[in-house]
């Protein structure tokens, strides 16, 4: 079993709907979360970051972590079409971060 | 120039060519990092240096040479590789964080060189 597994999609949502983008995990040592967007032919950015379970929001994105079930997720609200990327989760313990293969995000206008 | 910068951004080589790849870091971090990034899989770390000492090498294969000269520079040097070796490969760089604060560095990508071998 992959340590970070995701989805690759792609997934096409219309324009302003609610987007759920999930991750699970299977090392429960990890204790920080996070998602980096990746637009095309440029290094993925980190976007939201989180230590332990919870939610924490920016904006129109939530990240949210499930510790008991090893479950990672990120909420888009009203999505944009500026928002179409592809969506990287991450696990880490402490020292390197380990990725899952990233989910490719289409918002149709 | 700011934040992490990668040169070529595309580079074509052949099986026995020697080429390499050159990453520069403007944010006054300590850490840099080499990750291979394919088609369908996840992103892979390569190689890390902490001060300009390698601290980890994720058993790549020795046609994969890096080179840390001082904290804002990172080279990979590329000799014979393999059609398979095509992708794309980011360097990053981080600040690590004190060992007692228990957060974890943030690592900022640089665009990435797109390799092909032919």
């Known amino acids: 079993q992959k340590e970070v597994e995701q989805d690759p999609g792609p997934l096409s949502v219309p324009e302003g709907a609610i987007v759920s983008l999930n991750c699970t995990y299977s090392?429960?040592?990890?204790?920080?979360f996070m998602w980096y967007r990746q637009y095309s032919r440029k290094g993925p950015e980190l976007l939201m970051y989180t230590y332990s379970s919870g939610n924490k929001e920016d904006g129109r994105f939530t990240a949210q972590v499930d510790k008991s079930s090893k479950y990672i997720s990120l909420f888009i609200r009203d999505s944009q079409p500026s928002d179409s990327a592809t969506y990287l989760c991450?696990?880490?313990?402490?020292?390197?971060?380990?990725f899952g293969k990233g989910t490719r995000l289409h918002i149709l206008p | 120039e700011t934040g992490v910068t990668q040169t070529p951004r595309h580079l074509v080589m052949g099986m026995t060519n020697k080429k390499s790849l050159k990453c520069e870091q403007h944010?006054?971090?300590?850490?840099m990092y080499w990750y291979k990034q394919s088609a369908k899989k996840p992103l892979e770390l390569m190689f890390v240096?902490?001060?300009?000492?390698?601290?980890e090498n994720n058993s790549v294969p020795s046609r994969f040479s890096p080179e840390c000269p001082n904290s804002s520079h990172l080279f990979l040097h590329l000799h014979t590789l393999q059609p398979e070796d095509s992708a794309l490969y980011l360097c990053?760089?981080?600040?690590?964080?004190?060992?007692?604060?228990?957060?974890?560095?943030?690592?900022?990508f640089g665009p990435g060189t797109r390799l092909t071998v032919l």
């Open positions: 944010l006054g971090h300590n850490a």
């Open positions: 090392n429960s040592a990890f204790q920080y």
């Open positions: 240096y902490n001060f300009k000492e390698q601290t």
């Open positions: 990053a760089s981080s600040q690590p964080g004190e060992p007692t604060s228990g957060i974890t560095d943030t690592q900022y």
């Open positions: 991450a696990a880490s313990r402490g020292d390197k971060i380990i």
